[in-house]
């Protein structure tokens, strides 16, 4: 069955820098898109970063573009986020996501990120 574990999240301060990272399993890895979310405390859950499945193309929120790196390897079914330049704001459980073709949507058990000083 399809499976995603995030991983990577903490407590940080303002400023600081995170990698989060999403172990896949049970799917053919290298031929979905992966794509990034977080949820803050009584807001919507919200998209942050999206990349293709070669990684060759990807997408970011605006309030994250410039501080955010999505990448992914395909060889170890790994896609990563780096969080760099993060803001209070940033604080949010993260979770990793994929789609079927018939856009049933898969997600881990997220990753808490804390910004605090």
């Not at 999403?22 to 919507?44: D, H, I, L, N, V």
């Not at 999206?50 to 790994?78: E, M, P, Q, V």
């Not at 969080?83 to 079927?100: F, G, H, I, P, W």
């Amino acid at each position: 069955q399809v499976q995603l574990v995030e991983s990577g999240g903490g407590l940080v301060q303002p400023g600081g820098s995170l990698r989060l990272s999403c172990k896949a399993s049970g799917f053919t890895f290298s031929a979905y898109a992966m794509s990034w979310y977080r949820q803050a405390p009584g807001k919507e859950r919200e998209v942050v970063a999206a990349i293709s499945s070669t990684g060759g193309s990807t997408n970011y929120a605006d309030s994250t573009k410039g501080r955010f790196t999505i990448s992914r390897d395909n060889a170890k079914n790994l896609v990563y986020l780096q969080m760099n330049s993060l803001k209070l704001e940033d604080t949010a459980v993260y979770y990793c996501n994929t789609r079927r073709n018939d856009g049933y949507a898969y997600w881990g058990q997220g990753t808490q990120v804390t910004v605090s000083s």
